[in-house]
């Protein structure tokens, strides 16, 4: 086992888990935004993304070898599609979570549509939005280490290997470090999360799902001049 190539896998599984997530979610805030305007956009969405992610991932590579070839590109697509199953949903549940009362109380304060939706409904669903992108990213990082069977290298390369020659050494760190990878990348979530929303309530350690939302300052302000 070549233990100096080992860091080179991890970036590499850690570019393949963090980028797709990240498109999806560039994605989802659009579109999200858009199934609450548009409340009728909503349950096609939700289906057409939960049919993506019935899609076996390696089903999604094979077709799209032919216009991508073998590289990132083949396997960041179609993560970046099984990740909108989670964070459109997350997205709307989000924005739908901010109470009436701030948004009629940033109305009457003289908020258009887009400055309440920047300054209010959005802070106020980071928790539940961050919440999904971390079930995304984790997905994410598992499900790359499959495009080592198309040859894009990540930490599969490890496990594929130690199959291949029976070494269960192998096996076991390439799968150690998809975890440790996933757990690491979880937490920056969670902390980011902190400081996105400081105004959130401090719990244990182990952060749990799903997020519970509490308005941001701003919005229980807006909230008590409304009353």
Do not use: H
């Not at 096609?44 to 939960?50: G, H, I, M, N, R």
């Not at 396997?75 to 009436?100: E, H, K, M, T």
């Not at 440790?180 to 799902?209: F, M």
């Amino acid at each position: 086992m070549d233990w100096s190539a080992v860091p080179g896998y991890v970036r590499d599984n850690a570019y393949l888990g963090i980028v797709p997530a990240l498109i999806g979610l560039v994605i989802s805030v659009p579109l999200g935004i858009a199934c609450v305007r548009w409340r009728w956009l909503y349950p096609p969405v939700l289906s057409v993304t939960s049919m993506l992610y019935a899609v076996p991932s390696l089903a999604l590579f094979i077709v799209l070898i032919p216009y991508t070839g073998l590289t990132d590109t083949t396997v960041i697509i179609p993560l970046a599609l099984f990740s909108l199953c989670v964070l459109v949903p997350n997205v709307v549940d989000g924005l739908r979570s901010v109470p009436d009362p701030v948004r009629q109380a940033a109305t009457a304060m003289g908020f258009g549509t887009l400055r309440r939706l920047v300054r209010v409904e959005l802070p106020v669903a980071v928790p539940i939005v961050i919440a999904g992108l971390r079930v995304a990213v984790v997905s994410s990082i598992s499900l790359a280490s499959i495009g080592q069977l198309i040859g894009v290298y990540s930490l599969g390369y490890l496990i594929v290997d130690g199959y291949q020659r029976d070494f269960l050494e192998e096996i076991l760190v390439g799968g150690g470090l998809i975890i440790a990878l996933a757990l690491v990348c979880d937490l920056v979530l969670v902390l980011i999360r902190r400081l996105l929303t400081p105004w959130q309530p401090r719990r244990s350690k182990r952060e749990l799902l799903p997020v519970v939302v509490t308005a941001p300052a701003q919005a229980r302000e807006l909230s008590r001049s409304a009353g």
